[in-house]
């Protein structure tokens, strides 16, 4: 096999396979540690959280948000857009970076997909609440009614969402679940438990491994990533499209679907790396997710971070050339206005800080990439805010302009939402191979 | 071939165990040159040029993948057009509702393709290869999701050359154990006690190199 000496192992320490099976399969088969009862109990608080502030946003009604007739759109449909663009980041390693055959997916393919589901769940949540009437979330969908045959409207862009987030959430799941059959297979073989037994046996299926089937996997999973990659490109563009096709100032440009799509895939790798760096010191996972890893990741953070970059620019650039005074003032007004503090925090966190990542230094200590990638979720957040907000709070009508604040009930829903990705997340790490044991295994003699 | 009846028919096998793919691949090899039949191999991974080297053609699921798409394109496509413009067309924002506003329905359509075919193509995958929750898992090592790579020939079939000689070539490619008569067993559907049993016997037969 033909190995490249410039470049690192992908698996260091000397892996054998079996001790690849004993590493991942550790936290499934032990007792969690006290650092994931910690963190467990931290995430299970914000997520009741969620549900207490979601309870009292529907007894009490969608007043309990400070959204009003200028600014409908506030901290809910910011933290969609956040979340949805999070989730990018699992389907372009496992499906783009499949296509690429590019290696160093392997290791981190499924954490990141894990992370891709709980997102979308995450972003589901605000626009269902923000409808007002949760119970009533079906309507949406284009089922046989009794409303005189009243059906959904297929030129809204909202419409096209509702069909891109929910494809985009079943078919993750499915890629995610078939990458999982193998590996439940291994920790259902070393199962001792009556119930481990049980369970790892229904979800592994009668997987057993053989080369027919492997065959046949390996086709299965080409293709959906194949059929992946166009879909999580359309389904942040039809997001952007949400307020392209709008004629709003500050919403209505051509430059949206590129531009959501490459920020979505910065903040993704974002949170990737927030939770990587920590799994692989929790889990002593160094030896799997390795600074070539991080380095490689940290690559995607800079090219898709000055994708954004140059894509402000150029927003404000055609907005002052446009001649066309509400798109100049609706920039004007985020630079200078008073939501300035929030445009030069996204400025800031976006476009100027991923550029330490030009040094050497910068992308492989592990220390200093988890602070840019707080400041990279934090710029993401910031950039959506600032789109929604800004745009709206000033409009065409000067009677109707207003300053928009959270409730508490809107910060807690925020923060609430971390508390369902981690618990999610914990448990999934605890139930579930955080490395794809199989595909890891084809790779720990490998250079590349 | 159906892929899980070994369980069924109680069949035996001549298993060759092996901790290396290549060792693997190469035996498959020697094995498939002197005209031996192998029922299967079975490895904790992917091994490339595994499957051809056994013999296997490439699957044919891309050709339902495709067809599943189309039907969701098509699917998408009707949708939209029944809803918008047959049944009852809505007049939003001075919109025409015919075949004119087609290219709204692009987004919807392209979902639905990509939709009909992961679910299409990864149901066949799981019905074809019969990947069906708690189905009893037919194994041959314990160890073949971990670290072990199992070659299965069928004692049933006729061969070319005699079984003594089948198991002298497995121990000669380097297989670390050899067995001349191993059955199917399951792990998550057995008992560990049970489980001892079965695999206790198998053990004393085996030959270690």
Known sequence: MYTADIRQPLVTGGKTYSDVTQDVCRPIENKPTPSWWLGFSIAVVLFLLLAGTLAWTVWEGIGTWNVNKSVMWGWDITNFVFWVGIGHAGTLISAILLLFRQKWRMAINRSAEAMTIFAVFCAAIFPLFHMGRVWLGYWPLPLPNAFGSLWVNFNSPLLWDVFAISTYLSVSLVFWYLGLIPDIATVRDRATSKARKFWYGFFAMGWNGSAKSWGRYEVVALILAGISTPLVLSVHTIVSMDFATSVIPGWHTTIFPPYFVAGAIFSGFGMVLTLLLIARHVMNYQDYITTEHLEAMTKVILLTGSIVGLAYITEFVIAAYSGYEYEQYAFANRMFGPYAWAYWTMMFCNLMAPQVFWSKWARTTPWFIFIISIIVNIGMWFERFVIIVTSLHRDFLPSSWVMYHATWVEVGIFLGTFGLFFTCFFLFAKFLPVINMAEVKTIIKDKE | ?209
């Open chain 2, 1 to 209: 071939m159906i892929d899980k009846s070994i369980l069924l028919d109680n069949k035996k096998f001549t298993v060759g165990i092996f901790d290396n793919s290549d060792k693997l691949l190469h035996a498959v090899k020697t094995l498939k040159e002197k005209g031996v039949k192998i029922f299967d191999c079975y490895t904790p991974f992917p091994v490339h040029h595994l499957d051809q080297a056994l013999g296997y053609h490439r699957t044919n699921l891309t050709v339902g993948a495709f067809l599943c798409g189309m039907l969701g394109c098509l699917s998408g496509f009707t949708l939209a057009f029944y809803m918008n413009v047959v049944d009852w067309p809505m007049i939003i924002g001075g919109k025409p509702q015919d075949i004119s506003v087609f290219t709204s329905f692009i987004p919807v359509m392209f979902e639905l393709t990509i939709l009909f075919t992961a679910f299409g193509m990864v149901i066949m995958f799981f019905a074809r290869t019969r990947l069906i929750h708690g189905i009893k898992e037919d194994l041959l090592s314990r160890r073949q999701t971990d670290d072990h790579m199992v070659l299965a020939i069928d004692n049933n079939e006729e061969q070319a050359i005699s079984n003594e000689d089948i198991v002298a070539l497995l121990t000669k490619e380097g297989a670390i154990e050899v067995n001349a008569s191993k059955e199917a067993f399951n792990t998550s559907l057995t008992s560990e006690e049970d489980l001892a049993k079965i695999l206790n016997p198998a053990s004393t037969k085996s030959k270690k190199k």
